[in-house]
């Protein structure tokens, strides 16, 4: 009687303890939510923003734009904040810099204002890029791990949605300034939140501070077995010094894994999903939606999509491995951004024509959500040595946001430039030439533990054998 009675508060215990983790993760991954809403606001301020200013296509990008070069200039500081003061204060200070930045963008008396206050919005997203899938896999029990990481990416696309819906919600009023203005709310909101979290156990060992750090593992660890491995082995790693760039300097198979994480990134941003995420109302308009509404509405399709389809991914992502998706992926979006520049090429005139350059869209968005859009950032996190990994992450990350800002800033110019049918064929064929660069180089990772990752690369194998 006592046993069972014993067996059963242990288990309440645990999934106790399970709760706490998901609670803090779900939290830590509001960091994501910013991220989404931030990419997502645009595209529906664009044109009320437009209209008022009567700004140029090329000041457009720039508004844009500018967001992803305060993001870069975020994700290279936070590698830094990180380490100083802890994930989670650098956590907070991106929610407070975003709750101010998102005021600032919303009061812009004029274009320069806000290229200006969208930069500073980027510094606070560049941290929270890099710094929460950073915290979430510190704090999730390893048997999590993977799930968190997709977390956040799925926290990104609910963000996109949110930002699209709100959009919809003020465009009868054409507001953009409540359009850009909201989205402190969630921001303030998570500050709130991040108040309750823990520390990250790991940077509270690495300054020196293990009795907080087991406290911490206490409450989101089962077993005390747990605890104690886990502690020997942060404390193992430790004893190894993050060596960044003189390693980079030093060690050409690290070298390797840092350019293949780069090179990952650019080949995510490359397929042409932030064009999408920025320009929807213009595609939407190219392909023969004239009124705002419709366009709005548009998006919050796009963004729905995406939300629901980034579920394929985390459902397939431990089952049929990293590769297969991506394949799949990059086919998909290759053949449906093809087949919408056709259908501006012959002239979007009829319903048909429409319906199919639509669906066209809507597909390339699955191929994305169920592929690169998870997977790249799982792969970044995966492929680091131990010994670099801040260093290695934290310059994909930056490449992630300069890869976007080029797409961003360019893509209106090659519009005008080559012609609508022709820019998104370019598109189709980078997508194209991405499945001959993940047959050559990307590794599958999928039941392979990161030691023996690290193994093989500092071994020198060939970087598409890291997982075998
Ligand atoms: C990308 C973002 C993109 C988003 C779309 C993320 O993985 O890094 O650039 O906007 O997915 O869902």
């Not at 009795?211 to 077993?223: G, S, Y």
């Amino acid at each position: 009687m006592s046993s069972a009675h014993h067996g059963l508060s242990a288990h309440a215990a645990g999934s106790h303890k399970r709760f706490q983790v998901v609670m803090t993760c779900a939290i830590a991954a509001l960091a994501g939510l910013l991220f989404g809403l931030d990419i997502g606001v645009i595209s529906g301020a664009l044109p009320f923003i437009a209209k008022q200013f009567h700004v140029s296509d090329k000041v457009q990008e720039w508004i844009v734009s500018s967001m992803m070069v305060g993001a870069a200039l975020g994700a290279l500081l936070s590698g830094w904040m990180a380490k100083a003061i802890g994930r989670k204060y650098s956590l907070m200070i991106g929610a407070a810099l975003f709750a101010c930045a998102s005021a600032v963008c919303a009061f812009s008396p004029d274009p320069r204002f806000l290229i200006g206050g969208r930069v500073l919005l980027g510094i606070a997203v560049g941290i929270a890029s890099f710094t929460a899938p950073l915290y979430l896999s510190e704090i999730a029990p390893r048997t999590m791990r993977g799930a968190m990481i997709s977390l956040n990416q799925l926290m990104i696309t609910v963000g996109i949605l949110a930002a699209f819906l709100s959009n919809t919600a003020f465009s009868g009023t054409g507001n953009w300034h409540w359009m850009l203005g909201v989205i402190a709310f969630p921001a303030l909101a998570l500050l709130a939140g991040l108040l309750l979290l823990p520390q990250s156990p790991r940077w509270l060992m690495s300054v020196r501070r293990e009795k907080e750090a087991q406290t911490v593992l206490e409450h989101l660890r089962t077993d005390s077995k747990e605890i104690d491995v886990e502690m020997r082995e942060i404390r193992d790693q430790l004893k190894i010094t993050q060596e960044g760039w003189g390693l980079f300097r030093s060690n050409p198979n690290f070298r390797r894994s840092v350019w293949l994480g780069v090179l990952l990134q650019i080949m995510q941003q490359l397929t042409g999903i932030n064009v999408v995420m920025y320009y929807a109302p213009r595609i939407f308009g190219l392909a023969g939606y004239g009124s705002a509404h419709d366009q709005l509405w548009g998006t919050v399709i796009v963004g729905a999509v995406n939300v629901a389809s980034t579920f394929i991914a985390i459902g397939l992502v431990d089952r049929w491995g990293r590769k297969p998706i991506l394949y799949i992926g990059f086919t998909v979006m290759a053949a449906s951004l093809a087949t919408l520049g056709a259908m501006l090429h012959i002239g979007i005139t009829s319903g048909t024509t429409q319906m199919v350059a639509v669906a066209a869209l809507l597909l390339f968005i699955v191929g994305f959500a169920m592929s690169a859009g998870p997977m790249i950032w799982i792969l970044c996190a995966e492929i680091q040595p131990i010994k670099g990994r801040d260093f290695g992450i934290a310059a994909s990350t930056f490449v992630n946001w300069i890869a976007n800002t080029v797409a961003g800033a360019t893509f209106l110019t090659l519009l005008n430039t080559f012609g609508h049918a022709q820019t998104f064929w370019l598109y189709a064929a980078l997508n194209a030439l991405f499945i001959l660069v993940t047959l050559r180089y990307v590794p599958e990772t999928r039941s392979a533990s990161l030691e023996q990752i690290e193994r093989n690369l500092m071994a020198g194998k060939p970087l598409r054998q890291l997982g075998q």
